[in-house]
């Protein structure tokens, strides 16, 4: 018997795990040798001693209770299955433990056999985890906010660029040569393009910030194709490629009209770019019955992405070696396209061969409810095609703006327009002042001004009862959703720099004319 205790004995001390063996009442009566390495105890120091020596002191109670409560009921939660818990070592340093406890009897009296596990490297491997993940979402966040300020400063001087150079293009009193024409599209162009760049940044600092706005409503898809074709047909004539739109479905899905229409534009736009002269691009669409889904497929017959590069696909900022080809791009059409997809609860996904194409498919949950926004979307559009200009008498516009540039642009622009009287007031103060003298029949708002802001003036002038009625145009280069949700239900219209001269005509045409109010 004593040769079997031994061998017993040697076999516990050879276990990489502590063994530890208790009786009925907490006293120890067995500790191998790994339970030394890990409590600092010698069996002679801890053996005949209580269990609770290896407990934190806040601890000791919890374990007397489960004790006496498992020798009365034989039941307890945390026998059988391992448990994390605190030890505490020899030196009165705590130390994380995983333990399982098992229990048996031995001649009518319970005994109590604990496997314990030193979890420190775990536990500091998973702190250590959580560290860098938090440290990793503020660098994003700090990131996304830096690239949404940047955009904002970036709109300011180019609206300046463009309006000018707008200007320019359609002025009939002085017309530019035809080389100088030529020049002024390649500034125009140029100035376009850095706008897109800016915004698709901009786009996805929305999203990354998680401040990503869907309006769910059911939606035509044929609608949304047929109102992108028209740009869209205009690229692909640049680049010698053919749009052929399949049948669609007119089965309609639960989708963002504005969000899915981008999703479009950015995948008919890649198939068309990264397209073969003389090339196609195929627009199709069919639904899924067994997933309730309407899966619209967009294939090209271009260069195809090199399986190596597919697992990069959906990464910010990676252009998948076309850094140095003459196709424009940012790298971040597809990142946003693919979040604006997941936002709608929709799926996004491709197949690519190389030199043969790519085919994109998108599906969005359909839906049988009628849409009512195609009624709205005519409406808009009407709007939109009427109040042809109104020349009789010379109308009084009040501008707030303190930005040098942009000042002169706007009298550059008024100028065109004799119907027209324009009137600058450079801080929110100056314009009020102005305002209980005058009475403009629209006002244009810029909105980060020193001193009060364009929203506080804007307040203040919709609390004033002789003031209300003048409607109020915020032209701005604030344009992340946080702006756009400080100024909700504030503003008669609101546009972001860099200034669409064509939309800023149609408002001051529609809002300038007294029966309006």
């Known amino acids: 018997a004593k040769r079997e205790s031994d061998r017993l004995q040697t076999l516990l001390n050879h276990t990489l795990e502590g063994v530890i063996t208790i009786d009925e009442t907490g006293i120890i009566q067995n500790f191998n040798v790994a339970s030394v390495r890990l409590f600092g105890y010698q069996p002679e120091e801890i053996i005949g001693q209580n269990i609770t020596q290896l407990m934190p002191a806040q601890h000791r109670k919890n374990h007397e209770h489960g004790m006496s409560r498992f020798l009365i009921s034989e039941q307890s939660t945390i026998i059988g299955q391992p448990v994390e818990l605190e030890a505490l070592h020899k030196s009165g340093q705590i130390i994380p433990i995983e333990l399982t406890l098992s229990a048996f009897q031995w001649e009518g009296h319970y005994f109590f056999t604990g496997i314990v596990r030193d979890i420190s490297l775990q536990k500091a491997e998973h702190l250590a985890l959580i560290a860098a993940k938090e440290e990793a979402e503020k660098a994003n966040q700090a990131k996304s906010e830096f690239l949404s300020a940047m955009s904002h400063e970036l709109r300011t001087p180019l609206n300046a ?6 200007l320019l293009q359609s002025d009939n009193d ?35 910030t998680g401040s990503v706005d869907v309006s769910i409503e059911p939606v035509n898809v044929s609608v949304a194709i047929n109102h992108c074709l028209p740009m869209l047909k205009n690229l692909a004539a640049r680049y010698r490629v053919i749009i052929h739109t399949d049948d669609i479905p007119e089965q309609l899905v639960l989708a963002d009209l504005t969000k899915l229409k981008q999703v479009l534009i950015n995948l008919v736009s890649n198939a068309i770019k990264y397209n073969r002269p003389d090339g196609k691009v195929i627009i199709s669409g069919e639904v899924i019955d067994s997933t309730k889904r309407l899966r619209i497929t967009i294939q090209d017959t271009g260069m195809g992405i090199p399986r190596d590069k597919q697992a990069y696909l959906f990464t910010a900022f990676d252009r998948l070696g076309q850094e140095n080809s003459d196709i424009e791009g940012t790298g971040v059409g597809l990142i946003v396209t693919k979040r604006l997809i997941k936002a709608m609860d929709g799926h996004i996904g491709f197949e690519s061969t190389e030199n043969q194409g790519t085919r994109f498919w998108v599906e969005l949950p359909i839906t049988d409810n009628n849409n009512q926004n195609d009624e709205v979307h005519q409406q808009a559009e009407s709007i939109k095609a009427e109040n042809p200009f109104n020349s009789s008498a010379s109308t009084l516009i009040l501008h707030i703006e303190d930005n040098p540039a942009n000042i002169k642009l706007m009298e550059a622009f008024f100028d065109r327009l004799p119907q027209y009287t324009l009137h600058i007031c450079k801080t929110a103060e100056a314009g009020l002042d102005w305002l209980e003298s005058n009475m403009p029949a629209v006002i244009l708002m810029d909105i980060n001004l020193p001193g009060i802001s364009g929203l506080q003036a804007t307040e203040q002038i919709m609390a004033n009862p002789k003031l209300r009625h003048i409607p109020v145009i915020a032209v701005t280069a604030a344009a992340m959703p946080y702006d756009l949700q400080q100024a909700e239900g504030l503003f008669t219209a609101y546009l972001t720099k860099p200034v669409n001269f064509i939309l800023l005509t149609e408002l001051l045409n529609k809002y300038s004319k007294p029966e309006v109010y």
């Not at 660029?161 to 707008?166: D, K, M, T």
């Not at 002085?174 to 760049?197: C, F, M, R, V, Y």
Request: charged share 20%; aromatic share 2%; net charge negative.
């Open 174 to 208: 002085a017309p530019l040569t035809e080389t100088q024409q030529d020049s002024l599209k390649l500034i125009i162009h140029s100035g376009e393009h850095l706008l897109k760049l800016i915004n698709d940044v901009l786009e996805l600092a929305k999203i990354e």
């Open 161 to 166: 660029i463009l309006g000018f150079a707008q």
